[in-house]
């Protein structure tokens, strides 16, 4: 039987449609860890999630077994339909149909960790589209 292993590390971003502050405080929480179930339900494991009112990132494991493109879809569009489904007064709620995917070295994994885990500090100095 043929054994295959696969490390593809991946930093996922992407905002709320128009850059609208959507993810609020009191849901913000809730829809990350429901975002790392979707990943988990892929196949895939996150690693974190965390982001700011109007964006998130993602340092997902990527499953050996879907494409980017297509778990970028299933994440956003589920995640989407659960808040609405959960939070239904939040009619408006959306993300951007673009996203940011990029590989990640293990050797920068913890960097980044630290980043994606710092997002409210970081973003004190730098503004989400500055960055």
Same mark, same amino acid.
């Given at each position: 039987?043929?054994?295959?292993?696969?490390?593809?590390? +991946?930093?996922?971003?992407?905002?709320?449609?128009? =850059?609208? @502050?959507?993810?609020?405080?009191?849901? =913000? &929480?809730?829809?990350?860890?429901?975002?790392?179930?979707?990943?988990?339900?892929?196949?895939?494991? @996150?690693?974190?999630?965390?982001?700011?009112?109007?964006?998130?990132?993602l340092?997902?494991?990527? @499953?050996?077994?879907r +494409?980017?493109?297509?778990?970028?879809?299933?994440?956003?569009?589920?995640? &989407?339909?659960?808040?609405?489904?959960?939070? @239904?007064?939040? +009619?408006?709620?959306?993300?951007?149909?673009?996203?940011?995917?990029?590989?990640? &070295?293990?050797?920068? =994994?913890?960097?980044?960790?630290?980043?994606?885990?710092?997002?409210e500090?970081?973003?004190?100095?730098? &503004?989400?589209?500055?960055?």
């Amino acid at each position: 039987m043929a054994h295959s292993f696969v490390n593809l590390l +991946t930093h996922m971003i992407f905002g709320t449609k128009r =850059r609208k @502050p959507y993810i609020a405080e009191e849901i =913000r &929480s809730d829809l990350f860890a429901y975002m790392g179930g979707i990943i988990r339900e892929l196949g895939g494991k @996150p690693i974190i999630v965390n982001g700011m009112i109007d964006h998130v990132h993602l340092l997902v494991g990527m @499953p050996a077994t879907r +494409t980017p493109a297509d778990v970028l879809r299933v994440l956003k569009t589920n995640s &989407s339909r659960w808040v609405h489904e959960r939070w @239904p007064h939040r +009619t408006e709620f959306a993300w951007q149909s673009g996203y940011g995917l990029f590989s990640v &070295s293990e050797s920068n =994994r913890q960097k980044l960790f630290q980043y994606i885990q710092t997002q409210e500090e970081h973003h004190k100095t730098v &503004s989400f589209e500055e960055e």
